[in-house]
């Protein structure tokens, strides 16, 4: 078996977390878990998160394993201090209206007949990243939510909108500041 059907018989993950510190830390070691198993992982950052991953870890960091890649696509946010956190509310925005487009067109790539990587076989998305099983259902590759959330804040935010509906939150009467004078 020559090396090219050995690659194209590999399963190929495309690996992509919630691009927030914790979240992008626990699909990392689920990623490296699969890739130990023989899998071909491609692991996708924005493109903001990829250049502080690799201000902290050096440019030779991701050096020796071909069969595990890193590849970005932009955020949609305006460009930032690389050492400050993003601003959350405006990331979940275009997450929600920018991630799709640029998540396909690396689909595209990633399976072009010109690439050296395995065909995805699947995607292991991030549980708050929705836009990936669109893009799964378009290109028929099977989808997996990775919710990187206790199990416990799940079914709390799986109970918000049962909790509104009733009423019961937001909570009614005074509200105190969190600021102390």
Do not use: W
């Not at 893009?135 to 939510?145: D, G, L, R, S, Y």
Request: net charge neutral; proline share 9%.
């Amino acid at each position: 078996m020559d090396s090219k059907t050995q690659v194209a018989d590999k399963p190929h993950a495309v690996c992509i977390p919630y691009p927030a510190q914790s979240h992008m830390k626990a699909t990392l070691k689920l990623s490296k878990l699969l890739h130990h198993e023989g899998f071909h992982i491609t692991f996708v950052n924005t493109e903001f998160n990829h250049q502080r991953f690799m201000k902290s870890r050096g440019p030779n960091s991701l050096d020796g394993l071909s069969d595990f890649r890193f590849e970005t696509i932009p955020d949609g946010l305006p460009p930032s201090d690389i050492n400050a956190t993003q601003d959350i509310p405006s990331l979940c925005e275009s997450i929600m209206t920018n991630f799709l487009a640029p998540f396909s067109d690396l689909l595209v790539k990633l399976n072009s007949p010109t690439s050296d990587n395995p065909p995805v076989t699947c995607i292991v998305s991030d549980g708050f990243m929705p836009f990936t099983i669109t893009a799964a259902q378009e290109f028929k590759i099977p989808v997996v939510m990775f919710f990187t959330i206790s199990a416990c804040s799940l079914m709390g935010c799986l109970q918000l909108p049962s909790l509104k509906d009733k009423g019961i939150i937001p909570l009614k009467g005074k509200t105190k500041s969190a600021k102390s004078n």
